[in-house]
């Protein structure tokens, strides 16, 4: 648990904004975006280095003689993969690589095919995308915070990480027909994250488009592509167009 706080801490996100997205994207603590009522501006992670190396010393983590850092014989390293397709996620993977070096962490990288990761998911870190079910704020944090339940996607909270808390505070908002009392409980549920998190999130990407208006009435727009194709943003409800 502190790693996994510490290497969020370790991360300066707006940095990483600004070098891999160009400036296109805001940064990212909890899977919960500000264009949800229920987005808790307070519920981030500060960039704190020099924090989150004396949290990993406190957990028994100390640098060895190649920098790297070790407890009771097991080396503080791990292998991240990223679809190698997508120049996006390669290269947000390698800015964190970067970023987990001053910290202790050597993070291997390993660009690969979804077919290959099938069976390695306990094994590997992934760097993954959300954003596809973007149509209600349940669809974008049951899957990835709740512990794994029966007949979930392999990549709905790959590492099975949650705790009662936070599956009680997800499990009452889904329910709940009161719309004041969901906001509530997914701000909970934000500040919960904080304290046992199980990603490291790193920022929502804005996509541009340009489009020539020629009078369609289009609908509501995807809050976020989850691809960077054609088959999402401005498009993603093509079909329901009308003049």
């Not at 949290?55 to 640098?63: E, I, Q, S, V, Y």
């Not at 291997?108 to 306990?122: F, M, S």
């Not at 009680?168 to 709940?176: D, G, M, V």
């Not at 020629?214 to 167009?241: D, I, R």
């Amino acid at each position: 648990l502190q790693a996994r706080i510490a290497m969020n801490e370790a991360v300066n996100r707006q940095e990483i904004i600004k070098k891999v997205l160009f400036g296109a994207g805001k940064p990212a603590s909890t899977p919960v975006s500000a264009v949800y009522e229920a987005y808790d501006p307070g519920a981030q992670f500060k960039f704190d280095l020099e924090g989150a190396k004396k949290r990993l010393d406190a957990a028994g983590w100390k640098p060895g003689a190649d920098g790297i850092r070790e407890k009771d014989g097991q080396r503080a390293a791990f292998t991240l993969a990223y679809s190698s397709n997508d120049t996006v996620r390669r290269d947000l993977s390698v800015a964190f690589a970067a970023a987990m070096k001053p910290l202790g962490v050597d993070v291997k990288l390993e660009g690969t095919t979804w077919d290959a990761l099938d069976g390695r998911l306990d094994k590997v870190g992934i760097l993954l995308g959300g954003g596809d079910k973007p149509y209600s704020i349940d669809t974008q944090v049951y899957s990835i915070l709740h512990t794994r339940e029966a007949n979930t996607s392999q990549y709905d909270n790959p590492g099975n990480y949650g705790s009662p808390e936070m599956d009680k505070i997800l499990e009452q908002a889904r329910k709940s027909g009161d719309e004041s009392e969901r906001v509530e409980l997914y701000q909970q549920a934000q500040k919960q994250y904080l304290e046992a998190p199980n990603h490291v999130f790193l920022a929502f990407l804005q996509h541009t488009y340009v489009t020539r208006d020629a009078g369609w009435k289009t609908g509501n727009l995807a809050v976020e592509p989850h691809s960077h194709g054609v088959n999402w943003g401005p498009w993603w409800n093509l079909g329901q167009w009308e003049k």
